[in-house]
């Protein structure tokens, strides 16, 4: 039932945008439709006349695919280490996914100015040194601590300042 809901009000968006809300690009600068500027994979390759961009593309590939690990790997942990029934799993990631909308949502927009005042062309870095510590600090105080080794204790410290600085700014 949950999927047929969730399908349902994806045909309204639809149905929304294509009925009620208006094209914002003028007729005479639209182009015809393209099934090769249609593909995603040509898309990328269209990406590669900027290398930088094309690099940004592919850190954020890999930090969204080291992101989308933690709640898989959570599923399993969970039922192995505190034999959580599905109904907790759920709970738990729901939780998570309310705290990330929340900090997200209103707190990043907060806080950022403030840092940003308080150390002037430093805000990025102490957002890799907050997040890298408060990494820290959770795993260390993780059971079983599979990885805890120093170089992923050093990736902590060196990645958030990179989603930090996406986000934030």
């Known amino acids: 039932m949950p999927f047929f809901a969730a399908a349902g009000l994806a045909f309204l968006n639809m149905g929304y945008g294509y009925l009620i809300l208006p094209e914002s690009l003028p007729e005479k600068d639209r182009r015809s439709f393209s099934l090769k500027r249609a593909n995603p994979v040509g898309a990328v390759f269209q990406m590669r006349q900027y290398p930088v961009v094309f690099g940004l593309i592919g850190v954020m590939l890999l930090l969204q695919i080291a992101h989308d690990a933690n709640p898989s790997v959570w599923t399993y942990y969970t039922i192995e280490k505190f034999n959580w029934s599905t109904k907790e799993i759920g709970y738990s990631l729901g ?12 707190l990043i927009r907060l806080v950022i100015p403030r840092v940003a005042d308080l150390l002037p ?16 600090w959770i795993q260390s105080r993780a059971p079983g601590k599979l990885s805890g080794s120093r170089p992923y204790r050093l990736g902590r410290v060196i990645v958030p300042g990179g989603a930090c600085s996406y986000r934030a700014f």
């Open 95 to 106: 939780f998570v996914g309310i705290m990330i909308a929340l900090v997200q949502g209103g």
């Open 121 to 136: 062309g430093r805000a990025i870095s102490y957002c890799r040194i907050a997040g890298g510590y408060g990494s820290n």
